[in-house]
């Protein structure tokens, strides 16, 4: 029944906390949302089911039916066989090659999609907030890990393996602290949420006064990016420097992207940007073009995503939509 | 007089030491070479004199006449402004903003086209070594600097200035040596040979033994990459244990390389690899793949140019031929 109401596109993120599914109309408005958190320790089958349940909750949020779905798109934090819809490996769920796409379009009956959760986000900001328009992009994004999606000649780019865009384990400090993947320096280990708590938590076991522990207690229960923000603004410049520092090794991360792919724009985004913007993008923004070699970093722009935690989801509708025939 | 005769391409090497120009056949068959050194001491008029007159040698080497070249592929060591053939920037000449182009076709009335050196090295490692089949290349130039050329989808891609390809500057160890760019910890000041050599003199300076003052002096005058080579081969374990350090930075390098572009094939050439393949290669794959993340390196090739010393030639007749019309 191939009328307007037929056409809604679904995106889902799906992080190791938390599931967020949103509703959008063709031209990508987002009319609806539903977060549930993600309880990865049920085991893949539970969490599916979950997602399952947020997109049938977000439907039912805007008064709509699946039937009036054409298509979902999902991103997942991992390694993602795009063709099968496959989670090849995702760390942060303790997943190995669950089929997603196929568990998902049995129990929903809607086509689905799923694509790497940072590749989702530069999809969404490349096609809906910088409306295809930049010749070539990176999307740079730091939650608990690092990773990117890179745009060129307009299209998404992900080489030889699919892989491209690892830019949370691009070295660039060999002495640097060992980072998840068992080498050392890697970007992520230096500038992830992950490493930005453990060096606020390894400070704080050997005496070092912060704010966070009036906020939180001494075991820093349940810290959160905004509350970073909230101690700076209150003055802890202990908190201050580790964010200053960050976006020092972000911007070095940024200076090399501008050497190796000179893209026209790059965007960061993220749980760690949409939360320290302020504190961290003019400090990245001023050591990535120190770092880009003489004229090279002319005319292209470092910028923050306006999508913020809605960039996963915009990019699952625009990946459903581009995947769907037309 | 369009006849077969007419259609040799020239290539020339333009090096801080050293001017290469090599006659090829339109099936890129490299039928004559003339060396001369390049003495940049003497100015940019001087040395542009000394590339046309390389050419008029080589040319009358192969006993033809310039009339019978369609066209001069140069590849500079710096940055170059394609569409008009002027180099911005090459500080191992000195120079800045000359017009290469105008004032060598003035000389010899040829169509001459000037490219980066090491993307012409590319462009001569694509076309004429993998008859351009693999669909994605990087081809990593280590020399007096370290640079690289980048191919995706069959084509050269140099990005949003024209200037992509500039690992060289690339950080990979925030709290390396000064590099030459006016930064710390750059790829090029932790393995090219002007960083071989910086580490050497030091050492020596600092009473380190090593056969290298046996075979040239205290002062190691005239130090050249196949020294390096020569004394590792004597078995001096001091030289082996920088060629190996070197080795393992540009193993950094290229996994980092794999992790951001993944790459389908990326290929090492430059005067250090040419000498000390046998010595580096191994260590570079084995490192490069140790740190590309699980995976991602999976059908990767990560080679060496068979083209040595005449890449740049050979890119310099590839660029030629391609640039002008058919």
Same mark, same amino acid.
């Given at each position: 029944m191939p009328n307007g109401k037929t056409n809604y596109l679904v995106g889902v993120d799906l992080g190791g906390t938390k599931i967020l599914a949103g509703i959008f109309t063709? %031209? +990508? *408005?987002?009319?609806g949302q539903m977060k549930l958190s993600t309880k990865p320790e049920r085991g893949p089958e539970k969490v599916i089911e979950r997602v399952a349940r947020a997109v049938r909750e977000a439907v039912d949020e805007c008064d709509l039916n699946l039937d009036q779905v054409r298509g979902i798109g999902i991103g997942a934090p991992g390694a993602v066989n795009v063709p099968d819809g496959t989670?090849?490996?995702?760390p942060n769920l303790d997943w190995k090659n669950i089929q997603l796409k196929k568990i998902l379009e049995k129990d929903l009956d809607v086509p689905v999609f799923v694509e790497n959760d940072c590749k989702m986000n530069a999809l969404g900001v490349y096609? $809906? *907030? +910088? $409306? %295809?328009?930049?010749?070539s992009m990176i999307g740079v994004f730091l939650g608990t890990g690092i990773g990117a999606g890179i745009f060129i000649d307009g299209r998404p780019y992900v080489g030889f393996n699919g892989t $491209? /865009? *690892?830019? %949370?384990?691009?070295?660039?400090?060999? @002495?640097?602290p060992e980072c998840g993947c068992g080498n050392t320096g890697c970007f992520e280990a230096l500038a992830s949420r992950r490493a930005i708590f453990r060096t606020i938590q390894t400070a704080v076991k050997k005496g070092q006064q912060t704010l966070l522990t009036e906020m939180l207690g001494q075991e820093l229960t @349940? +810290?959160?990016?905004g509350d970073l923000r909230k101690a700076i603004r209150r003055g802890d410049r202990f908190v201050e420097r580790v964010i200053e520092q960050a976006a020092e090794y972000t911007g070095i991360a940024v200076g090399n992207l501008i050497n190796l792919f000179n893209p026209e724009v790059i965007v960061l985004g993220g749980g760690i940007i949409e939360q320290l913007e302020h504190e961290m993008l003019p400090i990245i923004d001023k050591v990535a073009r120190k770092h880009a +070699?003489? /004229?090279? $970093?002319? /005319?292209i722009e470092i910028m923050a995503t306006r999508l913020g935690d809605n960039a996963g989801i915009t990019g699952g509708a625009v990946l459903a939509s581009r995947s769907l025939p037309a």
């Open positions: 063709p %031209g +990508l *408005e987002c009319v989670v090849l490996f995702a096609h $809906a *907030e +910088l $409306a %295809g328009k930049p010749r $491209a /865009g *690892e830019i %949370g384990h691009m070295v660039i400090d060999i @002495d640097g @349940d +810290l959160r990016s +070699l003489s /004229g090279t $970093a002319n /005319g």
